[in-house]
């Protein structure tokens, strides 16, 4: 109570869906010493509208800290609790600033929520003589702005590989499995079959899909207390979020179990945050008529765009400059905290610095596209510049769909880790960048690169199998060149198989929602 220097303690309820706060009226004597001399108009659950009077007290908890106006309520909806705390005072906090202590261990270990968290929290009213010269003042965490700006993902470890050959000898839906092992030596020219390794169930897999080029494969069988193991490493977290057909085309690199797919399926169908961020079906919209041609040579041709404004990152950024190339589709995204055509021309920069100098660069025709400090760069370095028709995103079509799938990730990473966007950007390139597309059937890192870039599901299947025997120097460079031409041979001639099938086949008709939405072959 103001003047007054006794302490109430009282019990506080933070409501982060009211908007004004109060406090029960037999908690102190309140009289004219403490009335603002104002009111406010509220709303309760049964629509009805009440004049409640404000009075001013102070207030000493984790939220909020030193005098402060609320109402003054008979009764509260809540038995027990004598202030709701609304968010005219707490503002977007919801917990106290809780400092946990250190612990130092030598094992790996994670910190979660603890099991019982409840929801009220003590309090105490003070007096304004005991809080002279106090202010209401929001509780600022410093640790926030010494936190490492990068973010790793988190790989688990606590699985051994004799506890992956016990769970295999212990489940059951794997006997019909066991039953099938053979030594490896008879797996030559066999399609798919089960072999040991090290006592690890492993299943050697050719598939005919052209995103494996023909090639064996080695998986390691996964049981079923496992699975949700593999699963969350492959789709939940820096992951991405993918859909069902990269999702299972990504786990299919490294592990196998029965009924893989569907599993796969159920658990995206359940997934929280895809439930709350992933984009509904979309209607596919009038196809173009005159596709951008397909060229051999990767990094030849570059599509760039920007992005934004973005909710502000830590450092500042609101905007992403991206560029693709429209061979390989390989994306690269960079943050900026402007889109100038200084800040566009730094980022091309270190692109360029690192796949080279391109013969053309498409772009729309935004300002910082069409500068002359844009044009005069591009004309030294010998580069043709096209620009796309004005207000026609298709003209960049293969860069604006990964812009949709880019926001997709942000949001669910957002969503999922409550982390800024821009620290959990390089992650999320790098899941972008090892799923296949459907358009050239294979992923960008396959087209770049010629070998499978090692990712999280990688370094998750090399803790449970056995190392590859080394290969000679001359044998690799071989099979490199093998492969690497051979994957973008395919991968041209499928995105021109692509283009004729959305250019010809899919013809988008307007009607009712319950009829079929294309019609033709």
């Not at 004049?51 to 402060?68: A, F, I, T």
């Not at 003070?126 to 988190?154: H, W, Y």
């Not at 001639?493 to 086949?505: C, F, H, N």
């Amino acid at each position: 109570m103001l003047g007054s220097k006794d302490l109430v303690p009282v019990k506080i309820l933070r409501d982060t869906g009211a908007s004004e706060s109060f406090v029960l009226e037999s908690v102190l004597p309140f009289s004219a010493k403490t009335d603002s001399g104002n009111s406010v108009l509220i709303r309760g659950i049964g629509l009805n509208t009440l004049s409640v009077p404000l009075h001013k007290l102070m207030l000493d908890c984790g939220l909020v800290k030193g005098e402060v106006v609320v109402g003054v309520r008979p009764s509260l909806p809540i038995e027990g609790i004598d202030v709701i705390l609304g968010n005219n005072l707490a503002g977007e906090r919801v917990w106290p600033a809780v400092f946990p202590s250190l612990v130092v261990s030598t094992k790996p270990s994670s910190v979660g929520i603890p099991d019982e968290c409840t929801e009220l929290f003590s309090a105490c009213a003070v007096t304004r003589s005991m809080s002279r010269g106090e202010l209401v003042t929001a509780p600022t965490n410093d640790n926030n702005t010494k936190k490492c700006a990068t973010v790793f993902p988190v790989i688990p470890l606590s699985v051994t590989r004799s506890d992956l050959i016990n769970a295999q000898r212990d489940d059951p839906t794997l006997e019909e499995l066991r039953d099938q092992i053979v030594p490896v030596e008879q797996l030559g020219d066999v399609a798919h079959g089960y072999f040991l390794q090290e006592d690890v169930l492993m299943r050697k897999w050719v598939s005919h899909d052209s995103c494996f080029l023909g090639e064996a494969i080695s998986q390691v069988v996964v049981p079923v207390k496992l699975r949700d193991l593999v699963l969350e490493t492959s789709h939940s977290d820096v992951a991405g979020h993918m859909g069902v057909r990269k999702t299972y085309n990504r786990i299919l690199r490294h592990f196998f179990w029965p009924r893989l797919k569907r599993d796969v399926s159920d658990f995206i169908k359940t997934c929280h945050t895809c439930q709350l961020t992933g984009k509904p079906n979309q209607a596919i919209k009038p196809v173009p008529l005159f596709p951008i041609p397909v060229l051999s040579q990767p990094f030849e041709y570059l599509i760039i765009d920007c992005v934004g404004p973005l909710p502000r990152s830590k450092k500042g950024s609101s905007y992403l400059f991206t560029v693709m190339c429209q061979t390989t589709r390989f994306p690269a995204a960079y943050p900026l905290r402007s889109i100038t055509t200084k800040s566009v021309l730094k980022a091309l920069t270190q692109f360029l610095s690192l796949f080279g100098i391109p013969k053309v660069i498409q772009s729309d025709q935004g300002s910082n596209f069409t500068s002359n400090l844009f044009s005069q760069v591009l004309q030294q370095l010998h580069i043709k510049h096209n620009l796309s028709s004005a207000y026609h995103a298709q003209s960049q079509g293969a860069l604006e769909r990964f812009h949709q799938t880019l926001k997709s990730l942000l949001r669910a990473y957002c969503t999922e880790m409550d982390k800024d966007w821009e620290e959990g950007l390089p992650w999320l390139l790098l899941a972008a960048r090892e799923v296949s597309q459907e358009s050239t059937g294979f992923s960008p890192n396959d087209l770049v690169f010629g070998h499978r870039v090692r990712g999280l599901l990688s370094v998750l299947q090399d803790d449970w199998k056995s190392p590859e025997p080394p290969q000679s120097l001359l044998s690799y460079v071989c099979d490199f060149r093998r492969r690497l031409y051979a994957a973008g041979e395919m991968a041209k001639e499928k995105l021109s198989s692509s283009q004729e099938r959305m250019k010809g086949m899919l013809v988008p008709i307007v009607g009712s929602p319950f009829q079929a939405k294309f019609q033709g072959p």
